[in-house]
């Protein structure tokens, strides 16, 4: 949408494409290179009544149009969708109403402009926002342009979507900003999938003999050893792990016992894996 301003008394002009926006100068100062310059050159008390102030600035038409709306139209927060899924292990499902959030190569702009004018705080905040929301879709953008960016809250949000570093091709991998930052997500993913290897291999069906069924033990407990072994090998960062047992209770159904102990078996994995870090910050000191 082309920038336009409600009330104006100042004007801006686009050198290099000799463009001229009007605009308002309390949404200028909302960058403190405006805010300073405005409070260095206040207006000349001799000037003309109704007079227009003119600001040249060497920015392409295109670009000073963002920064303007920027400033006069702080974005709101993106619309969120969340879903709930019983038993999974599998990432939180938040998706956002595209239309609300922000597209990526746009945020990128905004952001270095954010920085060459130093736009305020609580705007900056609200493209953090919209660059977070990007999180679940381009994991490895935005964990890289986090990183670089020292947004690191947002990068540790991120890493939790990235998904297994050997799907991604060589020039997807390019936009890491540096090795160490590319050995954080492999040491992240590395130790989820030994985690919830380590718990799938040590969840019993019927621990201690609890809930155990006197008819079916031995064929239920079988076929719980077959499917996580099974399950086992091929465990990656996001596998969904309760998920995935929790397909044995289809052959179960005959038996309410031994339903009754897979149910509460995945149940208590599903539990376990949802603790087992995700996201960077809450990897273990020294792994």
């Known amino acids: 949408m082309p920038f336009h301003c409600e009330n104006p008394d ?3 002009h686009s050198v290099p494409d000799d463009n001229t926006f009007p605009v308002n100068r309390n949404a200028m100062e909302r960058s403190e290179i405006f805010r300073d310059m405005f409070a260095l050159c206040a207006p000349c008390s001799d000037a003309s009544p109704g007079a227009e102030e003119n600001l040249d600035l060497h920015e392409k038409a295109g670009i000073l149009e963002v920064l303007l709306q920027l400033l006069h139209n702080p974005p709101p927060p993106p619309v969120a969708i969340s879903f709930d899924e019983k038993f999974t292990t599998r990432l939180p499902k938040v998706r956002f109403e595209s239309h609300t959030v922000i597209p990526l190569p746009l945020l990128s702009t905004m952001f270095e ?3 060459k004018y130093v736009i305020d705080s609580p705007l900056v905040e609200s493209l953090k926002v919209h660059l977070e929301a990007h999180a679940p879709a381009h994991p490895l953008q935005v964990y890289s342009f986090a990183t670089l960016h020292d947004m690191d809250r947002i990068a540790s949000e991120a890493s939790q979507y990235v998904t297994p570093m050997a799907s991604y ?10 090795v ?3 050995h954080k997500i492999v040491r992240l993913q590395d130790f989820r999938v030994r985690a919830l290897r380590e718990l799938l291999l040590a969840e019993e069906i019927f621990p201690h ?3 155990e069924c006197t008819s079916h033990r031995d064929k239920t407990v079988a076929s ?5 072994k099974a399950l086992a090998g091929r465990i990656e960062t996001g ?3 309760a998920g995935e047992m929790d397909a044995l209770r289809d052959g179960l159904r005959d038996c309410e016992t031994c339903y009754k ?10 539990y376990k894996c949802r603790k087992v870090a995700r996201r960077l910050h809450q990897l273990p000191e020294g792994y």
Not at 264 to 270: D, S
């Open 261 to 270: 102990a897979c149910t509460a078996a995945v149940e208590m994995l599903a």
């Open 209 to 211: 003999g609890y809930g």
């Open 239 to 241: 596998t969904d792990v």
């Open 180 to 182: 160490q930052a590319y």
């Open 113 to 115: 402009l954010a920085d």
């Open 169 to 178: 091709r060589l020039d997807e991998v390019k936009v890491i900003p540096s």
């Open 10 to 12: 100042f004007l801006v």
């Open 224 to 228: 719980w050893d077959r499917q996580r």
